[in-house]
């Protein structure tokens, strides 16, 4: 699976010679969550997200929490829950 999302670095910082650490799974969801454009699904699926979504706010992960914050905000504002 292809990372979507690398770490930032400070402008002007070279690139390690050594690769970095694998991303987490959390930063891997993250980086799909946060590439969320559109959805064609079941309402009821739809909602499951939305209460899968509520759930990974609570994770330990910030890049995790952040990303469901926007993705749970953009899903809530499509069914007109926002």
């Keep these: ?19 970095g650490a694998a991303p987490s799974v959390g930063h891997q969801a993250a980086a799909q969550l946060l590439g969320l454009r559109e959805i064609v699904l079941p309402a009821a ?21 952040e990303a469901a914050a926007a993705t749970r905000g953009r899903l809530r504002a499509a069914l007109g829950l926002a």
């Design 45 to 65: 699926v739809v909602a499951a997200a939305d209460l899968l979504l509520n759930e990974a706010l609570g994770s330990d992960d910030p890049v995790t929490r």
């Design 1 to 19: 699976m292809p990372v979507i999302n690398e770490p930032r670095r400070v402008h002007g910082e070279k690139p390690s010679a050594r690769p």
